[in-house]
């Protein structure tokens, strides 16, 4: 079975500073690998996916995320955080060995302050 | 990118009634669209995946009954909770998969149920 772990509920950052939201991961093949972020009662936004290739990411907004095989980790990362960046953001895998769920980790919620 | 519509966004009922919310893809077609139930401060748990033409395939301790998927086309699905009670009050968020495309996922914005 497929599983993603957020080992933070929560990340406090000052605008300008650089953050990360740590994301881990299980999947039995080779993993699809997503963020995505959550804004107050509305859907989910996709930021960036890992497929194959290089294993730095980068997405929407300037977010960026790292595939680290050897540690089964895809860490989100923004070289300069702002305000507008406070959310709900979620890690998710789906398994290219078969099937098509998406298991999310528990989410980490982003708090950039002044 | 892709819009994935919800409808509606929040709806209020009596405990008793069915509720019916409608997810639709506007500028893909979907042959499969997930249907999620988020609790405060929680991540989203899959109910089920929700195939065009046939059956949905519901999560291991999902009620099919007290939850029916239909996916009647390409570009839409509805999820409707029956004799909603009090306990179904959840967000709940649809995604659809391009049938073209691989690996992304786009979601829509979610509908706010509230069972009174």
């Known amino acids: 079975a497929q599983s993603v772990a957020q080992p933070e509920d929560q990340v406090n950052v000052a605008e300008g500073n650089p953050l990360t939201v740590k994301c881990t991961y299980s999947v039995s093949g080779n993993p699809y690998l997503f963020w995505y972020v959550q804004y107050p009662n509305r859907g989910l936004q996709f930021l960036l996916k890992?497929?194959?290739?290089?294993?730095l990411v980068k997405g929407s907004y300037g977010f960026e995320a790292e595939f680290n095989k050897s540690q089964t980790s895809f860490h989100l990362k923004k070289p300069s955080a702002l305000v507008s960046d406070s959310a709900l953001y979620f890690c998710a895998v789906r398994d290219t060995g078969g099937g098509n769920k998406l298991t999310f980790g528990t989410g980490t919620q982003l708090k950039v302050e002044l | 990118g892709a819009v994935v519509s919800q409808h509606p966004s929040r709806v209020i009922c009596k405990s008793g009634t069915s509720v019916k919310i409608e997810c639709r893809s506007l500028d893909f077609q979907a042959t499969t669209m997930f249907w999620y139930r988020q609790f405060p401060k929680q991540s989203l748990m899959l109910m089920a995946t929700s195939n065009e033409g046939s059956k949905a395939t519901y999560e291991q301790g999902v009620e099919k009954d007290k939850f029916l998927i239909n996916h009647a086309s390409l570009t839409l699905s509805t999820l409707t909770v029956t004799s909603a009670h009090p306990e179904d009050s959840s967000f709940y968020i649809c995604?659809?998969?391009?049938?073209?495309?691989?690996?992304?996922?786009?979601f829509g914005e979610g509908s706010r149920l509230t069972v009174l």
């Open positions: 890992y497929i194959t290739g290089d294993n």
């Open positions: 995604s659809a998969r391009d049938s073209l495309a691989t690996g992304e996922l786009f």
